[in-house]
C-alpha cells in the first residue's frame, strides 16, 4: 500500500522537538512553533520517503542582515514541498533555492544524529508503533581493538552504555565528550551514528536513545558517583539482565534510515493533500 502525503506528514509533525531541532535554533524552540530548526532533518527525511532532489537557498532577516540557510524538497513531477516554511514568523526572505547534493555518509557531520533520531520517529509513527518518546539520551560504543565495549555498572547493578542527556543549544557530540569526560573520566574522539533505539526506563516512561560510535582515548577509567563502576567488557559474557537489549542492539549497530527512495514518486496524485505547503507546482 502506497503511503500517503498526508500520512508522511503527520508523521514528520508528529516526530518533531526540541531534540530534533538544529541546536541553534534550540533556545528559542517552542511547540508553538514546532518547526523551528528542523529544515535540514526533514528535508532528508522526505527525500529518504519520496526521492527527488534536496533544495537549499539563503535566509536573510527582515533588514537584510543573513540569517541561515532553509532546506527543502524537489519531489519527482517538479513538486516542491516545504513542510518547514512556517518556522519564518519575523518577516524573514527565503532565497532563490539552488540544488544541493546528499550528504554521501548520513552517520556522520554536524547534525546525523537529530537527521536519524526523526527518520526513526518518522518511521515508528508510519508504523503505528506507540508509545512516542519526548525525552533523549545520547550514549557511546566505544570499543577497544580486541573488542571489548566500554560499558557503565548503574544503581539497579546492570550494565549499560555511557552517555547522558544534552543540554540545550549543545551538539550531540559535545554533549557526548561531556558525559564520558564526567561518568568515565577519558575523551573520546566521536565518529558516526550507530543507531537510534526507544528503551522503556521505566513502566510506560518511554526515552529515545541515539548512539554513536566513539574511539576512546588511552586515558584511565575514572567511575563517578553515577555508576558503581566502569569497564571495558566482552558484551557476549553478558545476560539480558545484565546488558539490557536496548543496549545490546546499539552495541551490535545498524540502524540506518534507507536513503533516498529508488523508485521515483509521482506527489501530483496527493498535492491537494498539502497544498498549503507546496512552495512551487512545475509544468
Known amino acids: 500500500m502506497r ?24 533556545p528559542g524552540w ?9 529544515c535540514a532533518s526533514t528535508a532528508l ?32 513531477g517538479d513538486v516542491e514541498l516545504d513542510l ?5 514568523r519575523r518577516g524573514e526572505v527565503v532565497g532563490e533555492p539552488r540544488k544541493v ?36 539520551t545520547v550514549k557511546a560504543v566505544c570499543r577497544q581493538p580486541d573488542g571489548r565495549v566500554l560499558l557503565c555498572r548503574n544503581q539497579r547493578d546492570q550494565w549499560e552504555l555511557p552517555g547522558g542527556r544534552p543540554d540545550v543549544g549543545e551538539l550531540f557530540p559535545d554533549g557526548l565528550r561531556r558525559a ?6 577519558i575523551e573520546i574522539t566521536v565518529d558516526n551514528v550507530a543507531g537510534v533505539r ?9 526515552i529515545d536513545v541515539v548512539a554513536y560510535e566513539c574511539i576512546p582515548a588511552r586515558d584511565r577509567l575514572r567511575p563517578s558517583a553515577e555508576h558503581a563502576a566502569v569497564a571495558f567488557l ?43 505547503r507546496l512552495v512551487g507546482i512545475g509544468a
Open 30 to 38: 517552542s511547540s508553538s512553533n514546532p518547526a523551528s530548526g528542523q
Open 45 to 76: 527525511v522526505v527525500q529518504d520517503l519520496l526521492g527527488g532532489d534536496l533544495l537549499m537557498a539563503d535566509v536573510h532577516e527582515a533588514d537584510g542582515t543573513r540569517q541561515g540557510v532553509h532546506y527543502w524538497n524537489r519531489l519527482p
Open 101 to 136: 547534493e546528499r550528504p554521501r555518509d548520513v552517520t556522520r557531520g554536524r547534525l546525523p544524529g537529530h537527521y536519524h533520531l526523526l527518520a526513526a520517529r518518522v518511521a515508528r509513527g508510519l508504523a503505528d508503533a506507540a508509545p512516542e518518546p519526548r525525552a533523549v
Open 180 to 185: 564520558l569526560r564526567e561518568q568515565t573520566g
Open 198 to 206: 526507544a528503551l522503556e526506563v521505566l513502566p510506560g516512561t518511554w
Open 234 to 276: 566482552e558484551t557476549s559474557t553478558l545476560d539480558a539482565h545484565e546488558l539490557p537489549p536496548v543496549h545490546a542492539q546499539l552495541i551490535a549497530g545498524g540502524a540506518s534510515p534507507p536513503g533516498p527512495a529508488r523508485n521515483p514518486w509521482d506527489a501530483r496524485a496527493d498535492a491537494m493533500d498539502l497544498k498549503p
Open 84 to 88: 518547514t516554511r512556517e518556522q519564518f
Open 3 to 26: 503511503t500517503s502525503l498526508m500520512s508522511i506528514e503527520q508523521a514528520i509533525r508528529a516526530g518533531w522537538c526540541l531534540w530534533t531541532s538544529d541546536p541553534v535554533d534550540q
